[in-house]
């Protein structure tokens, strides 16, 4: 096992250093590095900057328009991104329906979806989750009745992050009853202007709009908006997961906010406190592991052996790691982590300065620190709760 990248890499990491320095807005990266919210046109800025690059779909093959770059090339690029404090990319375009596309899409589907994805100008919602199916997916109960060359869907769908924005919308439906519960389902892509789709908000209690429920109401959806073959859609959604799991993990992220963390604990003075710094130690320890587990499959996919199927360990771990580190911060903050004025900080009020910044006695830092923790503790849930996961790691090892 090789973890040293090649002087061929290395030139790769310095190519990439260099134009997302020249391209990434300042104002951008001081939103990611400080915690702070990033707008939706923050976000399509920077997908739409990418998009021109034609680094957007970054994983994506040469024939579907992508790089093609290899695993450790996009490690490497995720890496540099998180680095410079670029925005994370949004996952449900380019990193998730895409490849289910590109795997079990026709060629007509392909070349009518995958444009809009890989330029950053269609934004990509997931509807996945209902009120009662969250980690048992298979028990979906949003129904697509075929009507000619049309399905009628309804039901409902929840948790759908960013969905406000969303122009389009993939979709586990149930299209038969028949057998088991995994054999009647099926992919399809739904347009959410359609006549019959209604996105009604989630506000968090931070007072956030990152999440929404989705609603569809005798929604007509062309049937050939369909992936693949009909209830044969618990094949594709697995596919995607595996794609959503190594994503959720986000090694890169860690190892930017584990600096952040670092910031604020000399910030507050908790630097010199030695069983705090003794948890940042040992966070930090997690990460290199984290990181080494990530490079043992890019090593493995470099010598061409075949590598483990690591998408839940993956998941379990970057996911615990995330909410460590947003425990650790809002401890350093004490009290002060605590209010969050949204409409003060959209006005572009941070406080008065001589007093340290949001409100007395508190600093600019400490601002999102509460919202982010509270936040995050939804990532040991979503993508297949952790538990779960465990279980099918289990049975994987022990049979």
Known sequence: MDLQFTPEELAFRQEVREWVAAHLPREISDKVHGGLRLSRDDLQAWAKTLGRQGWLG??????????????????????????????????????????VIMAFGSAEQQARFLPGIASGDVWWSQGYSEPGSGSDLASVKTRAERDGDHYIVNGQKTWTTLGQYGDWIFCLVRTSTEGKPQTGISFLLIDMKSPGVTVRPIIMLDGEHEVNEVFFDNVRVPANNLIGEENKGWTYAKHLLAHERTNIADVNRAKRELERLKRIAKAEGLWDDQRFRDQIALLEVDIVALEMMVLRVLSAERSGKQSLDVAGLLKIRGSEIQQRYSELMMQAAGPYALPFIQEAMEAGWQGDAALGGLWPGAAYHCAPLASTYFNLRKTTIYGGSNEVQRNIVSQTVLG
């Open 58 to 99: 970054y994983g994506w093959p040469k024939a579907f328009g992508g790089p093609g770059w290899n695993a450790i090339q996009k490690h490497l690029f995720e890496e540099e991104c998180a680095r410079a404090g670029a925005p994370r990319i949004v996952p449900f375009g380019p990193v998730m329906v895409a490849p």
